[in-house]
């Protein structure tokens, strides 16, 4: 994903040296974040909305990618077709989620949301290990090898495609939000789902569009990111990790901070991962997590203070 | 996570506060048929199963006892964690390490202690400020550091490819012998169960089943919160970290995979099917997370295990809050009044 990947940290001052160096992790990681952006859109929409918290929604993306790996490279479908249905497979999980489980949950078993999507995650997972195998793939090229050299820095097509479509999917949400009949529908359901529904707003299925938004949204970032590394069974899951981290330095309920915070997550472990190795942001991460959390004021960090829709 | 099942002990002076004092000797009498059938059942184990069930067996009482930490830790205090099979780890390589090292006995046991202390501590103080989601994940990024260190410090663990370790070996006795390590496990799991169905009788456990229930109620009751909350991750790091260690004595192999999320999640999966807040629960629910791939691989189905994982954590926590100790506890409670209704016979009996 990442060139700076093969960087060892020794090369770390030969790097700052130069500021095209600095310049092209610092790129790398607003890239990253730029994904993460697009990814936590659909976390906030559904905990704005509802108040819950999917965990199986990294898997949602694994299912779209991984899934029409499968469909293209082992029962052979055309590629266009296959990644549609694999997309219309997220959508669909993503739904039925919300209907079948989701719904179902008992008003007074606050914080069952993140048990039962635990089980969602377990049931994709495993079904994903049975279905499409448990070994990493190559999937799409996405203009990966499409490159050009600016300067010193390194750009290639899917990191601008990446950007392109996190920045652009940003804007238009915080647009639909603030501007179009379902936008505020969906703010009034959020603030009191009581009062929105006297008023004449299907908050029940204000809650499953929003899911199945979501679901879109997931299988396209699954894809995204799929393009950018491989697809097996785990990987979007340290991407749900620090999307999740992200959403919580920002605060769920609002919409830019989280935002903002993603693109910060992202430049922040791009230097952690070329500082400490490939694999430094995990740590790097967890001591992030606990400075803010330890540091942020008490009423960012205490969910009963926070009105549940 | 608030309405979970009643501890062990409220369970049952509700049972009998419901059926009147005069049930208290059918009561007993349950309690006495129950030892008796269990000491039967631990006879004939030993003496009937084949080594590699005696193993595998072993391995159910491990496991019995990690989950009961995170029973005390989610089925009585309410907090939710995803890094137990962590804490499993933690002990499991501290035995791996030391036993390389020839470091006796009871100084591991010391070291578990600290570590599982440490860690406990590690996790539980910056999360007092936590919950729900926030806390869950402040827990599975502990994991993942952990599995960051397992797998990239090759030349102290061994990498992704795990170390093996040497049987526990006390006088003559060696646990790489599958009715010694039978015996030693299922020894550990009993000591874990009376600490664990007395702690439901203590001040500190009373405290815990006040905070899952409602911590602002408990806070106004004077309970002081963090102590607790710390009090029940440093208690489920020991139980799982003892286990842990005493885990890769009996199975002589250690590796990553086994201490990773999935497993945390396993233990979860343990905790709700068997019934939080119970020790019959985490009995159940550690037999599950043992036997069931166990049962599956002989059907030649090893990866429905996590498939049916998923689905039961779905089902059991939409439609059975009690899980199965719930409904064993129901059922018990139900031919008990019955036998209360009953009319008497001629002889007045």
New interface residues.
Partial sequence: MLWFHQQAPNDLLALLMTLSGAVQVTLAGLETGALYAFFLIGVLLVYQVSKQ?NFSYGQMGMVAAFGSWWLYSDIGLPVAVAVIVGIATSIIVAGLTEVL?IR???E?????D???T??????????A??IFGTSSQSYLDLLSSSRVVLSGVFINGNDVLVVVIGVAAVIATRIALDRTGAGLSLRASAENAAVARSVGINVTRLRTTIWVISGLIAAVSGILLGSRLSVDPFYM??FL?NT??AG?IGG?DRFWPPIIAAFGLGVYDSWAMFVF?P?GD??A??VL??VI??AAP?RF????YEARA | ???APLADETEAQKAEAAMGGATSFRTRRWRLLEAVLLLGLVTALYGGLSAYWLVIVAQVCLYTVATMGLDILFGRTGQ?S?SHASFFGLGAYVAALASAHGISYGLQLAIVLLIAVLAGAIVAV??L??????L???T???G??L???L??EVSITGGSEGMTVTPLSIAGFNTGEPHVAFVVSLALALVATVVTAQLSRTQAGRRMLAVRDS??AASACGIDLPRTKIQAFILAAIYAGFAGWLYAYVVGFVAPDTFS??PS?YF??AV?LGGAGTVLGSWLGGAYIVLAPQLFAIAGQP?????L??????VV??LM?GGLAGGISALQRRALSLQVRQPAGPNGR
Avoid: C
């Fill in positions: 918290i489980i179902r949950i008992p007074k078993r606050v914080g069952y993140l048990v039962v635990l089980g969602v995650l377990l049931l994709l997972t495993a079904g290990q049975v899951t340290p990790i999740f981290i919580m769920m190795g694999n995990a740590p991460v967890f997590a606990l959390l330890s008490r960090v205490e969910e009963r | 996570m608030t309405d939710l995803l910056p999360t400020r936590l919950s729900g989601m926030r869950a994940l402040v599975l990024l502990f993942q550091v599995q960051w260190f797998i990239t911590e602002l999320l999935f999640a979860l999966v709700i990866n429905l295990f996590a498939i994982g998923g689905a039961l954590l779905i926590a939409l809050p």
